[in-house]
């Protein structure tokens, strides 16, 4: 896919095909950012995914922190509620989350594309998980020097969590990034459009785009995930591992 | 101790004191719930709002025949009962999308677990150079966008300038037309799709083989057991619930099969490869019937509560 988003369209057509490009161009780029407004795409991906993982990463800290560490009435059945919606499909919600963004006018909005994600159950779990580990004595000798329990959870708890945010970081980001279906129900506007939903309207054009150009958009699309995965690989391996192993 | 309140006397008598920590402690508690309840709020906010809401709301508009003109007012829709849950019934369209599902689950997740299974016992096993290369190799694609897989698979497959038909022929095999023939289409998306998944497989399967005992394998050998009785006999039963967990994940993923279908096929040729959640799709968000659409994803929610439970049940009544 690579090489082949480097190569002239004459030559994607060549029989027997070459392996490297002959003439390598930027061509299909330029066509991607110039005539496609990828840039835009790109943008309104990054946006979204980075808001909805911040969010999930206090949100979901917060639920496991009160799951893990706190006592109050009704805390193993907000648990089994949490848990019992993991195998949701996002389809169940499509129709009434559309009806609401509508209602709402939020259609073609950021937050129409954030909020939905905002908070999901595979975070309450993992940080639940992990915060379980965390000392008592540790919060208790906080909570006799009179500390409030927002600065324990924030100040105590957070920093010892690292390698659970860093591993509910990346997969939140990388699930958002990838989001297909929910972005393309609630962007009809090809300004709000993500990377995804660009990419697979332009694919899906009747009036069949050149191949370069969509090698080049898959690119745009794989690549920024490809690098972060090849950097912090052992994050989601751990990550999945650990889920799959207790869940 | 407990914390004093700021009420209370330094000086009190014996049973005063037992009374006001009794208190203290009462008041303690009152507290930490609702400490709970503060960090579970924003949570149970989005929830409710964008999970539990949908998720009721969902059923009820299956009940109705909710249109494009009933979001501006939703006073427009009218219940129908059943009706779409009978016009699904009758719907040609619904049968080719739920048989072609069925398909790809039944086909494409033992294929997934066992090339996922195959994967992790390659790499378990002492005998394979560069574990850490092929690990990232088979787990990579899992990363990617399926958008993007399934556009470029479009592209390789292509009957006309596809790389894998350019290489059919440069042996002196006929060209294929993969995805635009009715009995290769939807294979093509198994193999596509167990190509994809099977790293996430393949990872899960090695975390549960590596918690298998050193001695279990042992024990197994010096018994006279061969590799793959060993396997057979040994290692699966082990790993039941691994397996468990990656079945009912991998079905609940399958089920919901969307983005190949939609971006290399359109669902034909002939509506061979189109799937439950595209018809889904097509009829909420290209025909505006929310309500039959809601009814769609209802049957799918249904059928992935029903398929989980089953398998569920039969990896433990397999013990």
């Known amino acids: 896919m690579l090489l082949s988003s480097f190569k002239t369209n004459e030559e994607l057509a060549a029989r027997p095909p070459t392996w490297l490009p002959n003439e390598p161009t930027g061509a299909n780029y330029a066509s991607l950012f110039e005539q496609l407004d990828f840039a835009r795409y790109f943008t309104n991906s990054a946006v979204v995914a980075g808001l909805v993982t911040v969010a999930n990463l206090v949100f979901c800290s917060m639920l496991g922190y009160a799951l893990a560490k706190l006592s109050f009435p009704g805390r193993r059945a907000l648990f089994g509620l949490v848990m019992g919606t993991l195998l949701v499909p996002s389809a169940v919600t499509l129709v009434p989350m559309f009806v609401l963004m509508s209602r709402l006018n939020l259609v073609n909005t950021f937050p129409a594309l954030i909020l939905p994600f905002a908070a999901g159950p595979f975070g309450v779990f993992l940080m639940r998980q992990f915060m379980r580990q965390i000392p008592d004595e540790l919060l208790d000798a906080g909570r006799v020097d009179g500390a409030g329990e927002f600065y324990l959870f924030w100040r105590v708890a957070m920093p010892l969590c690292g390698p659970a945010l860093a591993t509910l970081g990346i997969l939140t980001f990388l699930a958002s990034w990838n989001n297909f279906i929910w972005p393309l129900v609630v962007t009809t506007d090809q300004e709000m459009f993500t990377l995804p939903v660009a990419l697979a309207n332009f694919a899906t054009d009747p009036n069949h785009p050149e191949p370069g150009v969509l090698m080049a958009g898959s690119a745009v699309l794989v690549l920024p995930v490809l690098a972060v995965f090849l950097v912090l690989q052992r994050f989601f391996t751990r990550g999945i591992a650990m889920t799959g192993l207790k869940g | 101790m407990d914390r004093q309140t700021a009420g209370e006397l330094p000086l009190a008598a014996p049973p005063r004191v037992t009374t006001a920590t009794a208190g203290a402690r009462r008041w303690r508690s009152l507290r930490e719930a609702l400490t709970g309840y503060g960090f579970a709020a924003p949570y149970l906010l989005l929830f409710t709002v964008f999970l539990a809401a949908p998720i009721v709301a969902s059923l009820v508009i299956s009940f109705t025949d909710f249109s494009l003109g009933a979001i501006d007012d939703p006073a427009d829709a009218r219940f129908v009962g059943l009706q779409n849950y009978r016009d699904l019934a009758a719907d040609e369209k619904f049968r080719s999308a739920a048989v072609n599902t069925a398909y790809f689950v039944a086909a494409g997740v033992p294929l997934t677990m066992a090339a996922g299974l195959a994967a992790a016992v390659g790499l378990n096993s002492q005998v ?56 290769l289409a939807m294979p093509s998306i198994i193999l596509i ?26 024990a197994a050998r010096i018994d006279g057991a061969g590799r793959w009785q060993e396997f057979r006999h040994v290692t699966l039963p082990l790993l039941r619930p691994t397996l468990a967990f990656v079945a009912v994940v991998t079905s609940a993923g399958y089920l919901q099969l969307f983005e190949e279908p939609f971006v290399m096929t359109g669902g034909g040729p002939v509506d061979r490869t189109i799937s439950v959640a595209m018809h889904m799709y097509e009829q909420g968000f290209g025909f505006f019937n929310l309500g039959y659409a809601g009814a769609i994803a209802y049957v799918l929610f249904v059928a992935i509560l029903v398929l989980t439970v089953l398998q569920l049940r039969l990896f433990r009544s397999a013990t």
């Open chain 2, 193 to 218: 799709a167990v190509w994809r998944n099977l790293g996430f497989a393949m990872v899960i399967f090695l975390a549960g083989l590596q918690g298998i005992p050193q001695e279990t394998s042992e």
């Open chain 2, 128 to 183: 394979v150079r560069f574990r850490a290369l092929f690990r990232v190799g088979y787990y990579t694609p899992v990363v990617m966008s399926i958008v993007a897989i399934a556009v470029v698979w479009r592209y390789l497959l292509d009957v006309d300038v596809g790389l894998l038909n350019n290489a059919l022929e440069a042996v002196g095999l006929p060209r294929v037309a993969w995805l635009s023939t009715p009995g």
